[in-house]
């Protein structure tokens, strides 16, 4: 029953929107609307309202949400941001690809040349103008959180100032070709913690000092001594000696028993004294031709193979020298057992590592070679 009285109630239905028209004219104007409807919409505003308030009458909507319409279709609605906040935050995008900028092209701006002899070449990337940023942004205060210089945030003056510290000083470092993301971000806390500039104790600079000595009068000596002997000299690059006493003393501190070495020839007379602890007169006696051995004319001196224990914190450390003639007649036999499998049509095994012959390829071996 009252569910038909809604029905056909003029207040529900099809005349909800009738009515509701009606009412907003009211609450436009009143005298807007019949005598009877006015009358009607009068005693409704003596009822109180849900929450039992009475002193807040009714407001038109139509004109709100209008209002609301025209707002979204203008844009009105977004939140407003300020145009200096979008010129910060433009101008700290400008500070993230500086950084960028330093880390992979610092090296090439690097001090490099201790007696000055060229200028350093002009890099746009690397001036704040590239990136529109001058002299009035310098003093601006910008976010360093995606660096390791030890603060959140730092002046745009500050920022620069300890990039070219670290990738432009004396060390020029180019790390950002690595494809683990970990890896650099291993260098970029080690390098820019430090500036590039590591910081040691009296003890370290003088051990430092003495490999250095070490390496160069050895070079010296032999240069003075042994005119034109076939030797790879180290001149200008005795740091390496100091770099390997540290990688030998650090290994040994981590529980490294043993360590075998190989390197390019440049150098190698200088490890085998000043880091494998070969005895200088030894050496001396190979150039002299006193030594026993079994080198060919002509031979450098390391090619016999060295090894002996380094002592170290962690304690001592077998560092060997594989001697060249072994690993090459080891490499002979090799080829030589491979070529009569290959004969015998068995199965042939994959070359070693240090075996360069040319029957370690997969094609087939020539006639010639039976």
Known sequence: MIRQLQLNSYLFGGNAPYVEELYEKYLDNPASVPDKWRAYFDQMQLVPAADGSSATPDVAHAPIVESFALRAKTGALRPAVAPTDLSVARKQVHVQSIIAAYRFLGARWADLDPLKRQERPAIAELEPGFYDLTEADMDIVFSASNTYFGQEQMTLREIIKALRQTYCGTIGAEFMYISDPAQKRWWQQRLESSRSTPSFSAEEKRRILDRLTAAEGLERFLHTKYVGQKRFSLEGGESFIAAMDEVVQRAGE?????????????????????????????????FEGKAAGDLPAGDVKYHNGFSSDVSTPGGPVHCRWPSIRRTSRSSTRWSRDRCALARSGAATPRAPRWCRCWCTATRPLPARAW
């Open 254 to 286: 981590n529980g490294v028993e043993e360590i075998v070495i190989g390197m390019a020839h440049r150098g190698r007379l200088n490890v085998l004294v000043n880091t494998l602890g070969k005895m200088p007169k030894d050496l001396f006696a190979e």
